[in-house]
């Protein structure tokens, strides 16, 4: 099943033992072989044809379909197919290799032993010695003394070894005196150690996550079961137990039916001890046990190349869930923003409790230039004391036809359709169509500009099926127009720079203006579940529930820079390192605005966007996104820089800044200390609410083949004593260990 493998404890490496020898060159298929291709080179050779023997001598290569034999003396029992090497014996097979002091197979049957054997696997790297490596059968196996390791070099850091290992493929093993050893020092020892001899996925242990609040949480342990059900099942539980809050079991379902459909199923639940948290102004606490849990499932078919179904299924039992597991938490761990795994698809990073929380299910069908799309959508909103206000798209059916030439005229069309009906359990609910086609005539003005004239009409009909919804108010339609004209233009110039790699710049500057008008059109009986919809131009935060009137001029002006970059082999290769963009617009209404008996100046100046994107290098990238009031200043920042170097030190840093609501700077850093130590700092800080989120400290002492850490986190932590609230600060550390071949926690 692909990226279904999750590793288990001692079982894993085991079971990657057993892959090691099913596909060892010795005994994967048998290196000489009368329909297969053989070429012989040795100091000397011999025949003897009354036994049917070969016998070569002295830097004996034998090269074969799939590998290739050396040793010092080679003999070829033809009659009774049997090969012995001896002598620096070592058979390589791509970056596998198996060598011994002798090596003895039988050609016909692919079975054998290598005495005082060495076994490499590139792919894993895995190491494997045994005083005799046998195949006695065609899926069965024998290691006399088994050692087993990823660990380069002589004197392993860590190894796994045993008395002897008996392994049937597909069925099971049996190691004795089984024993994990750091630097010959015993850790672990089992006298019969038992494991199943899958060659793809096993079950069992993996390893487990430690860590110690000091506030929140005391000792936090949980340890993960993995369970291989079947090639396209599996099942991971989580049984966890927080000091200060009780016991917590999960349970995580992922199924592969075919590379057109697999989905993710998981579930927690726990009985909350009573505890007395305050967070922001809401208290968190309880006095009596809670019960909290939450529920995911995200599941994906594709039936056709244009056909996909897509659920997204996520509830919590309370808004504070992802804030009090914000250090460890299914979610967070499955935090992704791309496609890549198609078993991690939480689109939210899972530590801070969430004004809200919605689930989907939807079902897209696509055709070169249309689209349809039918959506369920249920939102839970925390912010509310229930959720019966909350709107729900019950369902919600949308058609979009891509721009498109008409009848192969100079006139391009496109088409936005939506039907959604709206329901909540209190206010107004019911149904809502819209069909919004749209015409334009783009045309060129000579070299430098494009003109496009556009119209896009907004055809809207309504119905509630609400208590509340009487005469007039029970349904209506609404016609709307927007007319807008837009002109572009793209100048360049390329300078001859000759600086370093880069030889030449490219400067290109992109203005666009452009004109839209909505005609005021009465929308007063219009239910207060009609959706957001966007006109040709909006100003920066300033979309409304329904379109109201406009008449506004839009600018914007973008600046890129490119290089072209002479790669050390002589290609050439391109690189924007630089773009700038500017754009506001201007209301013509509110400048016209009749000012008698008005108190408020006219503000016809929309606020400035501004958008940095710089990236000079691959070790630098710097962005900004700011929002600039005419009449107030600065509005919104946020800045992000990453500054890194080839030894893997890094500093990333980030800035949030929204007026009135939010103030944050975020900093992260990574040092390589020595080769072998890396230290990092995480300061994540909350200046609105003038808090600490988090700072971290932590160090990691890795090795080819381990690495071991330990984080030390302190956060501001409000407690509640009796019926007064007091603040102060959580201290957590958390552990790390990765063996490689084994697993990880912590990282």
């Known amino acids: 099943m692909t990226n279904r493998h999750k590793n288990t404890f001692i079982t894993s490496i085991l079971a990657a033992v057993i892959v090691l020898l099913s596909g ?13 291709p053989v070429n012989i080179q040795a100091d000397r050779m011999d025949y003897d044809s009354v036994r049917d023997i070969y016998h070569a001598q002295g830097k004996v290569v034998i090269t074969y379909t799939g590998g290739t034999l050396y040793a010092d003396d080679v003999e070829l029992d033809r009659r009774n197919n049997l090969a012995t090497a001896r002598g620096n014996a070592l058979i390589r097979s791509g970056g596998d290799t198996l060598q011994g002091d002798k090596i003895i197979f039988n050609t016909k049957d692919n079975t054998g032993t290598a005495y005082k054997g060495f076994a490499f696997m590139a792919q894993n790297h895995f190491y494997i010695r045994g005083d005799k490596i046998v195949k006695s059968g065609e899926m069965t196996y024998f290691v006399e003394n088994p050692v087993v390791s990823t660990c380069d070099g002589d004197a392993k850091d860590w190894e796994i070894a045993g008395s002897e290992v008996k392994v049937t493929i597909e069925g099971y093993g049996l190691m004795k005196n089984a024993r994990f050893r750091a630097k010959d020092i015993p850790v672990f020892y089992i006298p019969y150690l038992p494991f199943p001899a899958k060659t793809k996925r096993q079950s069992g242990l993996l390893l487990p996550y ?7 949480d005391g000792f936090d342990i949980e340890i993960p079961y993995f369970w291989a059900i079947s090639p396209q099942l599996d099942a991971t539980f989580y049984q966890r137990y927080i000091e200060k809050r009780g016991f ?5 379902f992922r199924y592969y039916l075919s590379k057109n459909t697999f989905g993710t199923v998981y579930g927690d639940f ?22 909290r849990w939450s529920a995911y499932w995200n599941h994906e078919t594709t039936f056709g190349p244009q056909i996909n179904l897509r659920a997204d299924i996520r509830k919590v039992s309370d808004k504070w869930y992802f804030h009090d597991f914000s250090s460890q938490n299914y979610y967070r761990n499955n935090y992704s923003l791309t496609a890549e795994d198609p078993f991690k698809k939480i689109p939210f990073l899972a530590d801070e409790a969430l004004p809200s929380l919605e689930s989907t299910v939807r079902l897209t069908k696509g055709w070169s230039q249309y689209n349809i799309t039918a959506l369920i959508s249920s939102i839970d909103d925390f912010a509310s004391a229930n959720n019966d206000r909350t709107l729900q798209r019950y369902p919600e059916i949308t058609f ?3 721009k498109q030439s008409l009848f192969k005229t100079p006139v391009f069309y496109e088409l936005n359709a939506v039907y959604d009906y709206f329901y909540r359990g209190a206010g107004q609910r019911g149904h809502f169509v819209e069909i919004n086609p749209t015409f334009s005539v783009p045309f060129n003005a000579g070299r430098y500009a494009k003109i496009t004239p556009q119209i896009s009409l907004r055809e809207a009909y309504w119905s509630r099926d609400d208590e ?13 127009y927007n007319a807008s004209l837009s002109v572009t233009s793209q100048v360049s110039r390329v300078f001859d720079v000759k600086m ?10 992109k203005p666009e203006i452009a004109y839209s008008y909505i005609p005021k059109v009465n929308q007063s009986n219009m239910p207060d579940y009609t959706p957001i919809v966007t006109p040709f131009i909006t100003p920066i935060n300033a979309l409304t529930a329904v379109m109201e009137e406009q008449n506004s001029v839009y600018w914007a002006l973008t600046n890129t820079f490119t290089a072209k970059i002479k790669e050390k082999n002589g290609s050439y290769s391109y690189l924007e390192f630089l773009r700038f963009k500017l754009f506001q617009s201007y209301d013509i209404n509110e400048a016209k605005k009749d000012m008698t008996g008005n108190t408020a100046e006219r503000r016809p100046l929309s606020d400035i966007g501004v958008e940095v994107d710089f990236t000079p290098y691959k070790y630098f990238s710097f962005a900004a996104r700011n929002i600039y009031s005419v009449y107030n200043g600065w509005k919104q920042t946020n800045y992000d820089l990453s500054i890194s170097d080839w030894r893997g030190d890094s500093v990333t840093l980030g800035y949030r800044y929204t007026l009135d609501s939010i103030e944050e700077l975020n900093i992260s850093a990574k040092a390589v200390i020595t080769r072998n130590i890396d230290a990092v700092f995480v300061s994540r800080r909350d200046k609105f609410n ?14 080819q083949c381990w690495a071991v850490g330990l984080d030390l986190t302190r956060a501001d932590s409000s407690t509640m004593i009796g019926a007064n609230p007091q603040t102060g600060t959580d201290t957590r550390i958390v552990f790390k260990l990765s063996l490689t071949g084994l697993g990880k926690f912590g990282f």
């Open 400 to 402: 979009t036809g891509m």
């Open 270 to 291: 726990m009985e909350n001890k009573a505890v007395t948290e305050v967070n922001d102004e809401t208290s968190a606490g309880w006095i009596n046990t809670q019960r």
């Open 24 to 36: 060892m060159p010795l005994f994967a298929a048998g290196p000489v072989n009368s329909a297969q």
């Open 500 to 509: 370093q790699s880069v030889e030449k710049i490219r400067h290109e500057i």
């Open 690 to 703: 003038s808090r600490t989120v988090e700072n971290t400290i932590g160090a990691v002492y890795h090795s």
């Open 468 to 480: 509340q919804a009487t005469g007039d108010n029970r349904s209506g339609t609404r016609s709307i």
């Open 248 to 252: 917590k079991e999960g349970v995580e």
């Open 210 to 216: 430690l860590a110690y609040s000091q506030g929140k």
